[in-house]
């Protein structure tokens, strides 16, 4: 059974670049978040997809954008990108019950994204 | 979601056990304790979680205080391999993916 799958897992983009960074569910899983993590710092929550809709989202601007599509797989997309976009890309996924999503993440191993 | 503190970092020794504590002195009834690790260059990784009561599963335990205030995770024999930021978080059981991650504890198991 594989577990979350992101990728690439590294990627350089050079400054006012547009990425795409893709991720997959660990199987079973319908719900996607995305979190961003600079070095030496936790995790910060980007949003969260399911049903294809975005359900909640952190305190980012408009340049993070994410989509998830029919078979739960999501993109998280950065437009004009700044240095400050260097991170970790995280996506976590697990399964919602009715109204309620699981308590439990499932993160995969990220893309390290450098912006020169 | 409340708060959380914990010590920037920890040694233990191996075959040890170790205590990471947390405070969560602002936590309401309705929040759980959630615990993550991240290992250097992965994604975190789900420990455990607990309401009120104590919770033990084949990785770690978790022990809340009575008053809720605190709690401390415990790894009963550590191996090198358990070095890696500890994250104490608390939340509601039903607010979605959504964890808000603090600095976490930096445990270092020294052979």
């Known amino acids: 059974d594989a577990g979350v799958t992101q990728s690439p897992t590294h990627l350089i983009k050079t400054r006012g670049q547009q990425v795409t960074l893709r991720c997959s569910p660990k199987?079973?899983?319908?719900?996607v978040s995305w979190y961003q993590q600079a070095l030496g710092q936790g995790p910060q929550f980007i949003f969260q997809y399911y049903e294809e809709e975005e359900r909640q989202r952190g305190n980012f601007p408009d340049r993070f954008s994410g989509h998830q599509f029919p078979n739960y797989s999501s993109e998280l997309n950065v437009n004009a990108l700044l240095l400050g976009d260097s991170a970790l890309y995280l996506c976590?996924?697990?399964?919602?019950?009715?109204?309620?999503?699981?308590?439990?993440?499932?993160f995969g191993q990220g893309t390290r994204l450098t912006v020169v | 979601d409340a708060k959380t503190t914990q010590p920037p970092s920890m040694d233990c020794a191996e075959g040890r056990a170790a205590n990471l504590p947390c405070n969560h002195s602002?936590?309401?009834?309705?929040?759980?304790v959630y615990w993550y690790r991240q290992i250097h260059s992965q994604g975190p990784q789900y420990i455990i979680h607990?309401?009120?009561n104590n919770e033990t599963n084949e990785m770690a335990s978790l022990i809340i205080t009575e008053d809720r205030k605190s709690s401390t995770l415990i790894l009963p024999h550590a191996t090198l391999r358990d070095t890696a930021v500890y994250y104490c978080?608390?939340?509601?059981?039903?607010?979605?993916?959504?964890?808000?991650f603090g600095g976490g504890t930096r445990l270092m198991v020294k052979p």
């Open positions: 978080i608390v939340r509601p059981n039903n607010a979605g993916n959504m964890l808000t």
């Open positions: 199987s079973g899983h319908d719900t």
């Open positions: 607990g309401l009120k």
């Open positions: 602002t936590i309401s009834g309705n929040e759980y």
């Open positions: 976590a996924s697990s399964l919602r019950k009715g109204s309620v999503i699981a308590a439990v993440a499932f």
